[in-house]
């Protein structure tokens, strides 16, 4: 029977899409996953990818910036191309390059990071997808924000840096300056179907029987926990979701990935209840070899069965990741598709979710010689019931955020302390 993959390929071709600048483009499993939730969601919700950056009041030169991320969506198609689904498949959908730059102004009482909770709420599904904000403290000597806010189909956070270093390179050059030729930006969209048709490839030999044998075994046992959202959902005033962070100190070169996912068993144990085997998501890959390094081509999520059981031994988790990340590039919803087949009664909605960066490697936008500093802006709204982000550095940074819609407040945060005592002391450390 042909893959998930090589099926949307076939239903991709059948669009009639050439290689005009204006002919819809394919999408990975990572982008599909993405497109068709958002599409399956009652007000199509798109999954936001923010960044939240702190200037000194007067910094930012709006009409520079504007232009600066004009040039950079004239030559990158992903971010000038709308994510959508024609005759039942994903595809994005070139539009002409243009990257809105919104003052958004405080309502009576309202601060900086509510002012831009607000705007980003009410992020509509139809334009581009890239947008910024920037939001100004009332104080005469206060700071304005910038967000620059991605839709996630459209850009992972392995993007995150280059988009902010070719922004910061742009907004140096000045209004001025030209945009990419036009042979350059043939040559990048060029460069981008390919990319995507090598991972669509790679993508397809990971869905081999063998693979699918592997990831229905490895997920028959697999169920949901997590409750649907609450009828009763917060009143106006409280914010959609909530969160807590702590920062530890971190030993080089950091806490090895099967510790911080058995920590996030933890904190499904608590959320979750004993004896369960609960999905949670965590994104991982690479691009497949000749690929290009374009901007948006992009991370697969994996999924970690996470068995609530008491356990003092960490090494069937270390032992079972390796074997897993030797079949990461099979796309989610043919793991979907392979645990159904087995059994399970999992449909693919994940439990949980979990992040890890690099702190060395985050981005810090630099404008007009003045280096930003980085905020969180807490209390927007989260798809999953939670998410875990850990900043790895010279502190260990952990963060997590849930759905108050589905997670109360007081069970929540016993789960974060669960986590968090869980990468104090992994599994299997002697006492």
Same mark, same amino acid.
């Given at each position: 029977?042909?893959?998930?993959? !090589?099926?949307? $390929?076939?239903? %991709?071709?059948?669009? +009639?899409?050439?290689?005009?600048?204006?002919?819809?483009?394919?999408?990975?499993?990572?982008?599909?996953?993405?497109?068709?939730?958002?599409?399956?969601?009652?007000?199509?919700?798109?999954? =936001?990818?923010?960044?939240?950056? *702190?200037?000194?009041? +007067?910094?930012?030169?709006?009409?520079?910036?504007?232009?600066?991320?004009?040039?950079?969506?004239?030559?990158?198609?992903?971010?000038?191309?709308?994510?959508?689904?024609?005759?039942?498949?994903?595809?994005? $959908?070139?539009?002409?390059?243009?990257?809105?730059?919104?003052?958004?102004?405080?309502?009576?009482?309202?601060?900086?990071?509510?002012? $831009?909770?607000? &705007?980003?709420?009410?992020?509509?599904?139809?334009?581009?997808?890239?947008?910024?904000?920037?939001?100004?403290?009332?104080?005469?000597?206060?700071?304005?924000?910038?967000?620059?806010?991605?839709?996630?189909? *459209?850009?992972?956070?392995?993007? =995150? *840096?280059?988009?902010?270093?070719?922004?910061?390179?742009?907004?140096?050059?000045?209004?001025?300056?030209?945009?990419?030729?036009?042979?350059?930006?043939?040559?990048?969209?060029?460069? %981008?179907?390919?990319?995507?048709?090598?991972?669509?490839?790679?993508?397809?030999? #990971?869905? !081999?029987?063998? #693979?699918?044998?592997?990831?229905?075994?490895?997920?028959?046992?697999?169920?949901?926990?997590?409750?649907?959202?609450?009828?009763?959902?917060?009143?106006?005033?409280?914010?959609? !979701?909530?969160?807590?962070?702590?920062?530890?100190?971190?030993?080089?070169?950091?806490?090895?990935?099967?510790?911080? $996912?058995?920590?996030?068993?933890?904190?499904?144990?608590?959320? %979750?209840? *004993?004896?369960?085997?609960?999905?949670?998501?965590?994104?991982?890959?690479?691009?497949?070899?000749?690929?290009?390094?374009?901007? +948006?081509?992009?991370?697969?999520?994996?999924?970690?069965?996470? &068995?609530?059981?008491?356990?003092?031994?960490?090494?069937?988790?270390?032992?079972?990741?390796?074997?897993?990340?030797?079949?990461?590039?099979?796309?989610?919803?043919?793991?979907?598709?392979?645990?159904?087949?087995?059994?399970? @009664?999992?449909? @693919?909605?994940?439990?949980?979710?979990?992040?890890?960066?690099?702190?060395?490697?985050?981005?810090?936008?630099?404008?007009? +010689?003045?280096?930003?500093?980085?905020?969180?802006?807490? @209390?927007? !709204?989260?798809?999953?019931?939670?998410?875990?982000?850990?900043?790895?550095?010279?502190?260990?940074?952990?963060?997590?955020?849930?759905?108050?819609?589905?997670?109360?407040?007081?069970? #929540?945060?016993?789960?974060?302390?669960?986590?968090?005592?869980?990468?104090?002391?992994? #599994?299997?450390?002697?006492?």
């Amino acid at each position: 029977m042909p893959s998930i993959t !090589s099926q949307y $390929l076939a239903r %991709y071709r059948r669009l +009639g899409a050439g290689e005009g600048a204006d002919d819809p483009l394919p999408v990975t499993g990572a982008q599909r996953r993405f497109v068709l939730v958002r599409s399956l969601d009652p007000v199509g919700r798109p999954d =936001l990818v923010p960044m939240f950056f *702190a200037f000194p009041r +007067g910094t930012v030169d709006p009409a520079r910036l504007t232009a600066a991320a004009d040039r950079l969506a004239a030559l990158h198609p992903v971010l000038r191309a709308r994510p959508t689904v024609v005759r039942g498949t994903p595809v994005l $959908l070139p539009q002409q390059p243009a990257v809105p730059l919104a003052r958004v102004h405080p309502a009576p009482g309202e601060d900086t990071t509510s002012t $831009l909770r607000r &705007a980003l709420a009410d992020w509509t599904p139809q334009g581009p997808p890239i947008r910024m904000f920037l939001a100004q403290d009332e104080a005469d000597d206060g700071e304005e924000v910038l967000a620059i806010v991605l839709d996630h189909a *459209a850009c992972d956070g392995q993007s =995150l *840096a280059r988009l902010v270093d070719e922004l910061e390179a742009a907004y140096t050059e000045g209004p001025a300056a030209t945009g990419p030729g036009p042979g350059e930006a043939v040559a990048e969209l060029a460069s %981008y179907r390919e990319a995507v048709l090598l991972q669509l490839e790679a993508e397809d030999r #990971a869905s !081999s029987p063998a #693979a699918m044998a592997y990831w229905g075994e490895r997920l028959r046992a697999t169920r949901e926990q997590a409750p649907q959202p609450r009828a009763n959902r917060p009143i106006a005033a409280e914010l959609p !979701s909530g969160s807590a962070e702590l920062m530890l100190p971190s030993a080089a070169p950091g806490v090895p990935f099967p510790d911080l $996912l058995d920590a996030c068993r933890a904190a499904a144990r608590t959320l %979750y209840g *004993a004896g369960h085997v609960v999905p949670i998501g965590y994104p991982w890959g690479g691009r497949p070899p000749g690929a290009a390094p374009v901007l +948006g081509c992009f991370l697969n999520t994996v999924v970690f069965p996470a &068995a609530t059981a008491q356990t003092s031994d960490a090494h069937p988790t270390s032992s079972a990741w390796w074997d897993d990340l030797d079949r990461a590039d099979t796309p989610f919803d043919a793991v979907v598709h392979a645990a159904r087949a087995a059994g399970s @009664g999992w449909t @693919g909605r994940l439990d949980g979710l979990l992040t890890v960066d690099d702190a060395t490697r985050r981005p810090l936008l630099r404008l007009g +010689g003045v280096t930003a500093r980085e905020i969180h802006i807490d @209390g927007r !709204s989260v798809r999953g019931p939670f998410a875990v982000s850990v900043t790895q550095g010279t502190e260990l940074h952990l963060r997590m955020v849930w759905d108050r819609a589905v997670l109360d407040d007081d069970t #929540a945060e016993r789960a974060f302390t669960a986590l968090t005592d869980a990468v104090r002391e992994p #599994a299997g450390t002697p006492g």
